[in-house]
């Protein structure tokens, strides 16, 4: 170790480089801290931001279960309806259906009933025409003048008998 400064050579450097981390802490202290408070604030800001969000999300996740848990109750209370509805509307449907069948059933009835008695009345009509015609050709073909004057003049007698006793 001959030629070697120790002063020089060891400690002067080693004094140097500590002055210049010294230099460098003092000058970069202010920046760095301002650094690092600006990265620590945006983190709080982020850190917050996250926890309304998850917050928000928990409330929303919370208000979907219930409504989920309720959407079977909701589905089963309208089948209920429905099916209460679909009840009630059959009724008047097969109510309606009968009343209309009997409304129908009636007025056949009294269709039919008209149709018997004017066919009633035509066959009185027409039987009535054919023994007037009949009894009309027995007369001219087996009363003699003799027996019509016979006839009538026992109705006359008659009809002063029944004169008599008024």
Do not use: C
């Not at 400064?5 to 004094?15: A, K």
């Not at 009345?121 to 009535?128: G, H």
């Amino acid at each position: 170790m001959e030629h070697v400064d120790v002063t020089l050579g060891v400690i002067i450097p080693y004094v140097n480089f500590f002055t210049f981390l010294v230099a460098a802490f003092i000058l970069f202290k202010k920046p760095v801290t301002e650094a690092a408070k600006k990265a620590l604030a945006s983190f709080d800001k982020f850190s917050l931001d996250a926890k309304e969000e998850k917050s928000t999300a928990e409330t929303r996740l919370r208000l979907l279960k219930e409504r989920f848990s309720t959407i079977d109750q909701e589905i089963a209370a309208m089948r209920k309806v429905a099916e209460e509805t679909s009840k009630v509307e059959e009724k008047d449907i097969v109510a309606e259906g009968k009343r209309l069948a009997d409304h129908i059933r009636e007025e056949s009835q009294r269709v039919f009933e008209a149709e018997v008695e004017k066919a009633r009345q035509a066959m009185s009509q027409e039987i009535l025409a054919i023994v007037k015609g009949e009894v009309a050709q027995k007369i001219r073909q087996e009363v003699t003048v003799a027996d019509q004057h016979g006839i009538i003049s026992s109705q006359l007698n008659h009809l002063k008998a029944v004169q008599a006793i008024s």
